[in-house]
């Protein structure tokens, strides 16, 4: 079974730092993109970035182009999403999905809480 | 950026009649077009990509239509479990492969 399992839910303070996960399984991780997606409490999804785990390929969204960093570990098959100095307006819940046109495989999501 | 803007915002439709969602980009995106469907707590959920192929074990009432900017998802006879937020998603130009802002589709 294709799958993809993040992390579990984080809360954090503001400027406080954070790397979530998405380990996928059941498919070849080197072979696919993986997108990151952000829904803000009660809104809709934003498209934030794209890896090439094959070759650490990264695109960005403008809008999230500076704010976050993706990376991938392809001896795991794990994708990352990472902040160096979190804000209270990242409070939002995070999914991977693999890509990279239609997302045909999500994860689970993760919460991410940030207090200031 | 390519802009996505889906119509009406909010749909109420009772059980068994025909729903029909708009969704519009700013520019063409030729046929590189997706709709999700989400559900409250749930991770979104691939219905239709190429605009109109239906995704794995969708059933056939979910029909996808259009090309360039405009874009429609129909539900011949919506069901219970339909209820939901749907979300078209042009992936034809990076570096953002942007969403619309989603309908919800409520019960009359």
């Known amino acids: 079974e294709v799958q993809l399992v993040q992390s579990g839910a984080e809360v954090k303070k503001s400027g406080e730092s954070l790397k979530i996960s998405c380990k996928a399984s059941?498919?070849?991780?080197?072979?696919?993109?993986i997108g990151w997606v952000r829904q803000m409490p009660g809104k809709g999804l934003e498209w934030m970035g794209i890896?090439?785990?094959?070759?650490?390929?990264?695109r960005y969204s403008p809008s999230f182009q500076g704010q976050v960093t993706i990376s991938a570990d392809k001896s795991i098959s794990t994708a990352y999403l990472q902040w160096s100095s979190l804000e209270a307006s990242d409070t939002a819940i995070y999914y991977c999905?693999?890509?990279?046109?239609?997302?045909?495989?999500w994860g689970q999501g993760t919460t991410v809480t940030v207090s200031s | 950026e390519i802009v996505m803007t889906q119509s009406p915002a909010t749909l109420s439709v009772s059980p068994g009649e025909r729903a029909t969602l708009s969704c519009r980009a700013s520019?063409?995106?030729?046929?590189?077009l997706a709709w999700y469907q989400q559900k409250p707590g749930q991770a979104p959920r691939l219905l239709v990509y190429?605009?109109?192929t239906r995704a794995t074990g969708i059933p056939a009432r979910f029909g996808g239509s259009g090309s360039g900017t405009e874009f429609t998802l129909t539900i011949s006879s919506l069901q219970s479990e339909d209820f939901a937020v749907y979300y078209c998603?042009?992936?034809?130009?990076?570096?953002?492969?942007?969403f619309g802002g989603g309908t919800k589709v409520e019960i009359k």
């Open positions: 190429a605009a109109s």
């Open positions: 999905a693999r890509t990279p046109d239609a997302m045909d495989v």
């Open positions: 998603q042009q992936y034809n130009k990076w570096p953002a492969f942007t």
């Open positions: 520019q063409s995106v030729s046929g590189n």
């Open positions: 890896i090439y785990p094959g070759d650490s390929d990264v």
């Open positions: 059941g498919y070849s991780f080197t072979s696919y993109w």
